[in-house]
């Protein structure tokens, strides 16, 4: 029998006693190839890059090569958060998880609140301006291994006893903006190509220029891969899973327009019932989740924990996990490598859905 007061006792608790006797929680992603959860901000790998952090919760060594997962917290500002450029082998995607930022892709551009997601194809010339002043927006790159860049920009590594987001400073303290023209220009070795004649376009009205209405139309994905594109958070495809209890599968990155490499996108989850068995998975590929809301309890091996908004898992590929929500309604966001994930196994037996949010009865 499900008790609402138990149930608010192990949210509270949970994911900070399971920080201290779980081994799979770590502080820093791995530099091989294990199953580990590391908690919201409490990274110890952290680097500054004027006023913004980045975290780094998946790295090349620590998925094989396979994807990297990374976030940036910072202030809002005025400028550019980083001149324009493009990768030639980087498949860049962005992701608001909190606050706001501009995203210019090509000729396109897009304000992204929190959920919206926006694609950067290999060699899309683009850039990102933050202007929320409590802003994280969550990187997923394919390859990985992308972070060498930004560890090798770093101005410091960052520490705080208090995993604030990023230091709080009076604005001008500190470039809240891109490192200088002379700098950006110099790491193609980095896989970045300074576009410096590139014009971030400025009309903007209503977060939709130039095709309009992305927060009110469908978003439709596209069927190939290397063109730029945007989701705004649950305006595009929607797929229902009824095996166990509801799922809600909302890809970003379809097997076609992630080249293959990897898929994303959001699973949203009602409450375990009682009468259900959660099945146990073991996937060919990797598998990241981070929450972005409720409570995602997962079994890897046969450690369980609880994992909160902004934690992250890494499941390696060939390693046993189930996974569920205790808690009425969790949204998760999946990377999978390759095109085996879970993503795909849900929407084997999913039927197209409307809503983004699961049946009523
Ligand atoms: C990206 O551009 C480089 C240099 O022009 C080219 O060699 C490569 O094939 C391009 N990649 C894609 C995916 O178009
Ligand atoms: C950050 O720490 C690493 C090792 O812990 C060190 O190699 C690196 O130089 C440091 N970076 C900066 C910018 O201080
Ligand atoms: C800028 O911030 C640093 C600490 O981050 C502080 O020591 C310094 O006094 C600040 N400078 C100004 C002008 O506020
Ligand atoms: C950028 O613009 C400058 C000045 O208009 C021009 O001289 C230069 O060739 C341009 N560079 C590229 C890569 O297009
Ligand atoms: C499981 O429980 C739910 C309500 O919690 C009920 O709607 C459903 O019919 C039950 N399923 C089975 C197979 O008993
Ligand atoms: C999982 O095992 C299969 C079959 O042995 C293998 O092809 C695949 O590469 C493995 N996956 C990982 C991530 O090691």
Request: proline share 7%; charged share 15%; with cysteine.
């Amino acid at each position: 029998m499900h008790s609402p007061s138990a149930s608010i006792v192990v949210f509270a608790i949970l994911p900070h006693l399971a920080a201290s006797l779980s081994s799979l929680y770590v502080q820093n992603a791995p530099n091989h190839i294990r199953p580990y959860v590391i908690e919201h901000y409490a990274s110890a790998q952290a680097i500054s890059i004027g006023q913004q952090i980045y975290r780094f919760p998946v790295t090349g060594p620590s998925s094989g090569g396979a994807f990297s997962l990374l976030s940036t917290s910072s202030p809002s500002s005025n400028e550019l958060g980083v001149l324009p450029h493009h990768h030639q082998t980087h498949h860049e995607n962005f992701f608001c998880l909190k606050g706001r930022f501009q995203l210019w892709a090509e000729d396109e551009a897009r304000l992204l609140t929190v959920g919206d997601y926006g694609s950067v194809p290999r060699n899309t010339t683009h850039t990102f301006q933050i202007l929320d002043p409590d802003t994280e927006m969550v990187g997923s790159i394919s390859p990985g291994g992308f972070e060498k860049l930004f560890f090798f920009l770093a101005d410091a590594n960052y520490t705080s006893s208090t995993h604030s987001p990023y230091v709080p400073a009076p604005s001008g303290n500190g470039s809240s903006g891109s490192p200088p023209a002379a700098v950006i220009t110099a790491l193609e070795s980095f896989d970045v190509y300074a576009e410096l004649n590139f014009t971030a376009r400025r009309d903007l009205v209503d977060g939709s220029a130039p095709s309009g209405g992305w927060h009110s139309t469908p978003n439709i994905l596209p069927e190939v891969n290397g063109t730029p594109y945007f989701v705004a958070k649950d305006y595009g495809p929607k797929f229902l899973n009824c095996e166990f209890g509801y799922q809600i599968v909302q890809p970003f990155v379809t097997d076609v327009t992630g080249g293959g490499d990897f898929t994303q996108g959001s699973i949203t989850m009602s409450r375990r019932s009682s009468n259900t068995t959660t099945p146990t998975y073991t996937l060919l590929g990797h598998t990241a989740f981070e929450v972005l809301e409720g409570a995602l309890s997962l079994t890897i091996e046969e450690e369980t924990v609880t994992l909160i908004m902004g934690d992250v898992a890494f499941i390696p590929g060939n390693t046993s996990f189930s996974y569920w929500s205790d808690v009425v309604f969790t949204k998760v966001m999946y990377v999978s490598a390759g095109v085996n994930g879970l993503d795909q196994k849900l929407l084997k037996k999913a039927e197209s859905w409307g809503w983004p949010v699961f049946p009523a009865v």
